[in-house]
């Protein structure tokens, strides 16, 4: 069970948005819609923000969006703001009927 | 609201067993709930998922650790547990509790997690 593929780190600009990616197989991401994404802040527990590929939980800014195609999945963030900065962790439902999660991302608001 | 705590040694010996407690609060585990789990992280490294306990009592656990882990539940002291076998240094992580209401394969009540050192 290999952890899906993130990159290390992304950045942007308060205002601006920016994508992050999460590639997985088969196995995986591209073989069920159940991909989520989790926010975290150091010291704190994970935050979820993405659910089921697109759905965002109660109280979640409709600033975070996301979608899938193929065995990749994809966060995006508009209108950047300072308390976004964060790690973010991808999820998703595997054949052998657990999760397996991402590297993480570290996000920098500059 | 329901919130969750992990509770447990922060510092374990090697070969020895880990054992720690999610005790939830402010309401009932059991309540809209899908499944339990726990997930670790260790020093510079991303989430890995240890396993989980599905309201059907079902376990699945994390292949690389299937034959070190036992997850369980007790409801009726709204708490469920981990305990992992036979640990090493590379068991050393901050551990987290979780748990799913809203829908079958997402997390979305955590706890705060704590820190086990594998280490005499």
């Known amino acids: 069970q290999s952890a899906l593929t993130q990159p290390a780190s992304v950045s942007g600009s308060p205002g601006q948005s920016i994508t992050i990616s999460c590639t997985g197989t088969i196995s995986d991401i591209g073989g069920y819609n159940y991909v989520s994404w989790y926010q975290k802040h150091p010291g704190k527990g994970p935050k979820l923000v993405i659910y089921d590929v697109t759905h965002r939980p109660s109280g979640i800014s409709n600033r975070f969006s996301a979608s899938k195609s193929g065995n990749t999945a994809s966060l995006t963030i508009s209108g950047l703001q300072a308390e976004d900065e964060a790690d973010y962790h991808c999820?998703?439902?595997?054949?052998?009927?657990?999760?397996?999660f991402g590297g993480g991302t570290r996000l920098t608001v500059l | 609201q329901l919130q969750l705590q992990e509770s447990g040694p922060g510092l374990t010996k090697p070969s020895e067993t880990l054992s720690l407690t999610c005790n939830g609060s402010?309401?009932?585990?059991?309540?809209?709930?899908?499944?339990w789990g726990w997930i670790r992280q260790p020093p510079g490294k991303g989430l890995e998922n240890i396993g989980s306990?599905?309201?059907?009592?079902?376990?699945y656990y994390n292949p690389s650790l299937k034959n070190r882990v036992i997850i369980s539940t007790d409801t009726s002291k709204n708490q469920f547990s981990l305990q992992l076998r036979s640990v090493t240094a590379a068991d050393t992580a901050v551990y987290y509790c979780?748990?799913?209401?809203?829908?079958?394969?997402?997390?979305?009540?955590w706890g705060q997690g704590i820190t086990v050192t594998v280490s005499s």
């Open positions: 402010g309401g009932s585990i059991t309540k809209s709930s899908y499944y």
């Open positions: 979780a748990m799913s209401t809203i829908g079958y394969y997402a997390l979305d009540i």
């Open positions: 999820s998703s439902y595997t054949t052998t009927g657990t999760l397996v």
């Open positions: 306990v599905y309201y059907s009592g079902t376990t």
